[in-house]
């Protein structure tokens, strides 16, 4: 009994290994191509929020900082430190 506990207790630590490893190599989004569906998975944004600030995004072809986005009504510091958490800024890279 003791050994099948073990092995089971064994068994789980290795997968929440595994998913540590796949969520820390998956990393942050980039904002500028999140969709609605990847905005309202983030705590405090809802289906209306997540598309104006889709929409917010678009009028500006495109954030530099995730700062710009407390412009967007109802997104202040908690609801930015969530998306933070979440997504990034990546800019475009420019062919020379």
């Known amino acids: ?3 099948k506990v073990f092995v089971v207790v064994l068994v789980a630590l290795f ?15 980039d904002i500028n191509r999140a969709t609605a569906e990847d905005l309202v998975l983030v705590k ?6 997540a598309e104006e600030i ?4 678009s009028r500006r072809s495109g954030i530099r900082s ?26 475009k890279q420019t062919d020379q």
């Open 44 to 49: 405090g944004i809802g289906q209306k929020r």
């Open 66 to 91: 995730m700062d710009e986005l407390v412009e967007v009504k109802g997104v202040g510091k908690k609801v930015l430190e969530e998306l933070k958490g979440r997504f990034e800024v990546r800019l």
């Open 1 to 3: 009994m003791k050994r």
């Open 54 to 57: 889709v929409n917010f995004i």
């Open 15 to 29: 997968l929440a290994g595994v998913a540590m490893q796949a969520f820390a190599t998956e990393g942050l989004k």
